[in-house]
């Protein structure tokens, strides 16, 4: 059965760091372009982050462009989201999905956006960003 898990969630004070990771069983990651979303209480679903399959390309939403860092290890099956600098308006439930030879949109989303069929989701982890 495939499974996405994401892990490394938490409670941080602003100006603080996170490193979320996304782990996979069945999937080979590095056929996937795997994005991170991210949905805090009454607001709709925004992407975050999204690597390309072959981890060469990166993007990022305008928000946290030069705060977070998203990167692979295929060796490990798994992709990263570095989160520096928190505010706590990055506070929400973070998600990753996985797009098998997917592309990714400029604003760290996929193109086309979701929902697809196709695409494969974790179950979140919680970002508490608070003093």
């Known amino acids: 059965q495939v499974q996405l898990v994401e892990s490394g969630g938490g409670l941080v004070q602003p100006g603080g760091s996170l490193r979320l990771a996304c782990s996979a069983s069945?999937?080979?990651?590095?056929?996937?372009?795997v994005a991170w979303f991210r949905q805090a209480p009454g607001k709709e679903r925004e992407g975050v982050s999204c690597i390309s399959s072959n981890g060469g390309s990166t993007y990022y939403a305008a928000s946290v462009k030069g705060r977070f860092t998203i990167s692979r290890d295929n060796a490990l099956n798994t992709v990263y989201l570095q989160m520096n600098s928190l505010k706590p308006e990055d506070a929400a439930i973070y998600y990753c999905?996985?797009?098998?030879?997917?592309?990714?949109?400029?604003?760290?989303?996929?193109?086309?956006?979701?929902?697809?069929?196709?695409?494969?989701w974790g179950q979140g982890t919680q970002v508490t960003v608070s003093p």
């Open positions: 069945v999937l080979t990651l590095e056929h996937y372009a």
């Open positions: 999905a996985a797009r098998v030879w997917g592309f990714c949109g400029d604003n760290g989303s996929y193109y086309p956006p979701p929902p697809d069929p196709g695409d494969y």
